[in-house]
């Protein structure tokens, strides 16, 4: 299968499904990794060009360390809006492009204005994949991918229907966030459960992974939610490694 997975920012797939993702690819499934954005306003004192270019080098050497392909969509990181015509066409054709069968996304529930839009047109445009008059660049092909939403920031109000053990890709998913050198401090400054201590990001993740695990009875797993999308695809199929 093609695996997809579309976030907001660099680094937001990383933090809630990289384990996913490395086992999908240790399993031999193709993995793509897209954001929005290039996460242009991730730094306190660069120019936005200068960290916009280094958050996308960071997303490509992590999506690296699984062998998977980085796509940056290039809006700009707060300032995303879906424009008429332009937005939905171009996720349509980076769909087309990795020739998706799951597509992993941000959940309808966020705190951040990116991280929604990005998940909604993910949604809005599954079913249009295969229809040859949305003309892009990448032709159709007949499949409506399976779409699964990871958790928001911080899980609030968020109940997994499925999860997938990663215990074993945990040190895997913890070298593809290690790529993310620039967001470090960024978020020590900028988020009050961070301040001051650029660990602490990581123990975040440690915390949900491991309590992911005690509910799915394993060491470390990451939780998702299907969308409900009957019309659209088998839901009898499972997709999940
Ligand atoms: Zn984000």
Excluded at 62 to 78: P, R
């Amino acid at each position: 299968m093609n695996i997809l997975a579309v976030g907001a920012h660099p680094d937001d797939v990383e933090t809630m499904c990289a384990g996913t993702l490395a086992k999908y690819a240790s399993l031999g499934h193709k993995v793509f990794i897209a954001t929005a954005t290039n996460g242009d306003i991730g730094s306190a004192t660069l120019p936005m060009e200068e960290i916009g270019r280094i958050r996308k080098q960071e997303a490509a050497n992590s999506a690296a360390i699984i062998g998977a392909e980085y796509i940056c969509l290039d809006y700009h990181d707060e300032m995303f809006f879906e424009e008429p015509r332009k937005t939905r066409l171009d996720f349509i054709n980076l769909v087309r492009h990795c020739k998706a069968d799951v597509i992993f996304t941000h959940y309808p529930e966020d705190y951040n204005p990116d991280h929604e839009l990005t998940g909604k047109i993910i949604n809005d445009i599954a079913v249009m994949i295969p229809i040859a008059k949305l003309e892009t660049e990448e032709p159709p092909y007949d499949v409506i991918p399976s779409i699964w939403y990871f958790e928001p920031s911080c899980s609030m109000r968020f109940v997994p229907t499925d999860y997938v053990d990663i215990t074993d890709f945990y040190d895997t998913k913890m070298k593809m966030l290690n790529c993310m050198e620039s967001q470090r401090a960024w978020m020590a400054d900028n988020y009050a459960s961070m301040r001051g201590d650029e660990d602490r990001f990581f123990d975040t993740i440690r915390i949900t992974s491991e309590f992911r695990g005690m509910q799915a009875q394993c060491k470390y797993a990451e939780g998702f939610v299907r969308a409900l999308d009957g019309m659209r695809t088998r839901m009898t199929e499972r997709v999940l490694p």
